[in-house]
């Protein structure tokens, strides 16, 4: 699958949002989702769509549904007697990821639906319906894929439960043109901060832990510096003492990240909130301001942000965002 330049892939998502929310929908109304609406649900894939299954997750279990995330390469280790789940949501954005692939194979027939930008994949064969997110072409490292992924999930938790969660998906392609334009200087500053590190810590919790497991992934792909990210909550428990002056912290969130970024700001530790809250600048505290929405759309703006941040810093390390150095030959098929 061809790809594009990073910088313009960000700048296009507003466009390549409301396209693919459209073709979502359509597929959507095609689908009879029953076998998908009741038992225990997984979300099963690799890499930046795992990170995205937790926001799908979130979103579902807050509203009562027996749902969970599980990396496809666990249940593809299960082997094929196992009985995980009553039925799966598998997603595999270029439609060739191994694992994902093979741990479709394994689940009950009549209960796999997929998620890609390439049914025409490997993938497409290995799941009984597809939802094609028709967003085109994306940067090396996931930006249009990661953020139509969500929107995706979004849509498809509320054909599924029936629910109102609050995401707003007309308006969204303008929140996201508006988040783009707001943040890019405060982006610039953050990155120059970052710039000056040795690693960062990526914190969240909820949907946001979804972000800040992506966030913590693109920064390690494009700006390859050390990374990790961990839920809010836990990170109270002990990751933070690695902590230094050289060592940053992204938050993301409006509730207990907000008292943890001035505690960390508090002892010297340079700390990025993105948050939807009324928070002041202060010393070592850099806002990102969003727009307050509900929580899956709340997570693509979070990540919008983060991308800016990601590029700015890469132009300032000298780095093109144009792939991998590191390639596994066994990580994709062309064929089953």
């Not at 109304?29 to 225990?40: C, Q, T, V």
């Not at 490292?141 to 509320?158: C, D, E, I, K, R």
Request: charged share 20%.
């Amino acid at each position: 699958m061809t790809t594009m330049d990073y910088y313009e892939a960000v700048g296009s998502q507003s466009a390549r949002l409301q396209s693919s929310a459209q073709n979502v929908a359509s597929a959507l109304a095609e689908i009879d989702l029953a076998p998908w609406r009741n038992g225990l649900l997984a979300a099963s894939s690799m890499g930046a769509s795992s990170h995205a299954s937790v926001v799908f997750v979130d979103r579902l279990a807050r509203h009562g549904r027996r749902v969970v995330k599980i990396d496809a390469s666990e249940l593809m280790g299960l082997g094929s007697g196992s009985d995980f789940a009553d039925s799966y949501v598998f997603v595999s954005e270029g439609g060739r990821s191994r694992e994902t692939i093979a741990a479709a194979q394994i689940a009950p027939r009549g209960r796999r639906l997929g998620l890609t930008n390439n049914p025409a994949a490997p993938f497409g064969e290995v799941v009984d319906a597809v939802i094609d997110l028709v967003h085109g072409e994306d940067s090396p490292v996931y930006t249009v894929g990661y953020t139509s992924t969500l929107q995706a999930f979004g849509l498809l938790a509320s054909a599924i439960d029936g629910v109102d969660d609050g995401d707003d998906w007309s308006a969204l392609p303008e929140r996201v043109s508006e988040t783009l334009a707001s943040l890019a200087e405060k982006a610039a500053e953050v990155a120059m901060t970052f710039s000056r590190l040795s690693s960062f810590d990526f914190v969240g919790t909820g949907a946001s832990f979804g972000t800040a497991a992506e966030a913590a992934l693109l920064f390690r792909e494009a700006t390859r510096m050390c990374t990790a990210a961990f839920e809010t909550y836990q990170y109270l428990h002990g990751p933070m003492e690695p902590l230094t002056s050289q060592v940053g912290c992204m938050l993301f969130g409006n509730t207990r990240e907000v008292a943890l970024a001035r505690f960390l700001v508090g002892n010297g530790i340079p700390t990025v909130l993105i948050t939807s809250g009324e928070v002041a600048q202060a010393d070592g505290l850099a806002v990102m301001r969003i727009p307050e929405l509900a929580a899956t759309s709340r997570a693509v703006l979070e990540i919008v942000a983060a991308q800016l941040v990601v590029g700015e810093l890469a132009r300032i390390r000298g780095l093109g965002i144009d792939g991998f150095r590191y390639h596994q030959d066994d990580t994709k098929i062309d064929k089953l």
